[in-house]
């Protein structure tokens, strides 16, 4: 089931990978991974930005790991070069007895939004803007503008969950009232208040503080990309989940704020943050292992406080056919 799930859900599919001040430089370059197709988004010596699939055309090593700059592309496992536009330019020992022009590194997409990246395995795929929607629209009228934001850290995370309990999780606040008591003194989490959103490709929460001043969002992107604007101070995190096996999901965050924000907010902010990280952390295990038990047959939801939950099993249901 993981593996269809990476060839059927994921392959084919957009997903946040970094921001464009990884790319500050010609010949700055860094990797992903969607579904199990390892990319590496790599920006040239004219400034334009592409994704390849990071598979050596000769033995399948991946060619390049992590993030850096370079000048040209090179596997460290026989040396194949490739130019930073995918070409292939050396292959050592070849002696002319390969047609170069056809082994370059396979294409991928890339795009943006705003400073965001995010790639896509298949390069026929229709264009991000179909899967984004009316997304930047709301994050907009919601007071931010993404141009404006400054990238302020990223902070990895590994949970020991299948990837779609992980999901489901964060498309509900069913559970905030008796879980998150920190972000329910902020948000009211009221079935009057808290308002669940659903789209095409993306499922919305939309919040209001307890006194009424503040407003934030939270947005998944089909089909793990998390998009979070707590209320408060200019903020906004975003990141994908990644289902490592069927009992683990990895994943990151990556956070941006905007270029004078309050050093003591920030700092609650982050406070509170890692403490719904945690709560959260400890109920998506709980649930992990309640379903592996032999006593467990099926769930239930309760709606409406959990539609974007059976948004998201049509989704999954129909992209495994």
Not at 7 to 18: C, D, K, N, V
Not at 36 to 61: I, T
Request: include cysteine; glycine fraction near 10%; hydrophobic fraction near 40%.
């Amino acid at each position: 089931m993981l593996a269809r799930e990476r060839e059927l859900l994921f392959a084919g599919s957009w997903q946040y990978a970094g921001h464009s001040g990884q790319l500050a430089e010609p010949g700055s370059y860094f990797t992903a991974r969607v579904g199990d197709v390892p990319l590496v988004v790599v920006r040239d010596r004219e400034g334009k930005v592409a994704a390849f699939v990071n598979v050596c055309r000769h033995r399948g090593a991946e060619v390049v790991s992590g993030e850096g700059r370079c000048t040209t592309l090179q596997c460290h496992y026989h040396a194949w070069t490739y130019g930073l536009d995918g070409s292939l330019r050396a292959a050592p020992r070849a002696n002319g007895d390969l047609d170069q022009a056809q082994l370059g590194l396979r294409p991928a997409q890339v795009d943006n939004w705003g400073p965001f990246l995010f790639v896509n395995s298949d390069a026929e795929a229709p264009p991000l803007a179909e899967t984004l929607g009316e997304l930047p629209e709301l994050v907009s009228a919601g007071g931010i503008d993404v141009d404006a934001l400054v990238f302020h850290s990223r902070r990895p995370y590994s949970l020991a969950a299948n990837w779609k309990v992980a999901v489901e999780n964060y498309l509900e606040c069913y559970h905030c009232a008796v879980a998150h008591p920190g972000f329910s003194d902020l948000v009211d989490v009221s079935p009057d208040a808290y308002r669940l959103e659903g789209h095409s490709t993306f499922a919305s929460h939309h919040v209001r503080t307890r006194d009424g001043k503040g407003e934030g969002q939270f947005h998944m992107i089909w089909p793990s990309t998390k998009v979070n604007i707590f209320p408060g101070e200019t903020n906004l995190s975003i990141g994908p989940l990644a289902p490592a096996e069927p009992g683990r999901t990895d994943g990151f965050l990556d956070y941006f704020f905007a270029a004078d924000v309050d050093a003591a907010w920030l700092a609650g902010f982050i406070e509170l943050d890692d403490q719904v990280g945690v709560e959260d952390r400890e109920l998506v295990e709980s649930v992990q292992r309640g379903m592996q038990s032999r006593a467990f047959e099926h769930g239930r939801l309760l709606l409406p406080s959990e539609e974007l939950i059976a948004d998201f099993q049509r989704w999954v249901a129909a992209g495994l056919g």
